[in-house]
């Protein structure tokens, strides 16, 4: 069973960047899907973007389109979430996710992994 590990989160102002990045603890990592999550108070947990495990595909929420890129490097076990141009919209907790599966869907319930989630917080 795979485990994962989000770092990188923290305090933002708007219009600027953070990187997040979630580290699978082995190589079965690199042929699962990843998602990045997010989730505010009282809120469901909402897709952000997802790549394939071969990295080739990648889908973006229409809230992040054109400001985050997802990315992995399978050698490493790595998926990074670069976040721009951010916005106080952006504040939430962010959840890493890996499936089995090579498709990406977008309801937290077909995902089989999940890491503990980093608080990104965007000050106006």
């Known amino acids: 069973q795979v485990q994962l590990v989000e770092s990188g989160g923290g305090l933002a102002q708007a219009g600027g960047s953070l990187a997040l990045f979630c580290v699978g603890s082995?190589?079965?990592?690199?042929?699962?899907?990843v998602a990045w999550f997010r989730q505010v108070p009282g809120g469901e947990r909402e897709f952000v973007a997802g790549?394939?495990?071969?990295?080739?595909?990648?889908h973006y929420s229409d809230h992040v389109k054109g400001r985050f890129s997802i990315s992995r490097d399978n050698d490493k076990n790595t998926v990074t979430l670069q976040m721009a141009h951010l916005k106080p919209e952006d504040t939430a907790v962010y959840y890493c996710?890996?499936?089995?599966?090579?498709?990406?869907?977008?309801?937290?319930?077909?995902?089989?992994?999940w890491g503990q989630g980093t608080q990104v917080a965007v000050s106006s």
């Open positions: 996710a890996s499936r089995v599966n090579w498709m990406l869907p977008l309801v937290p319930e077909m995902y089989d992994y």
């Open positions: 082995d190589r079965t990592f690199g042929e699962q899907a």
């Open positions: 790549i394939t495990r071969s990295g080739v595909t990648t």
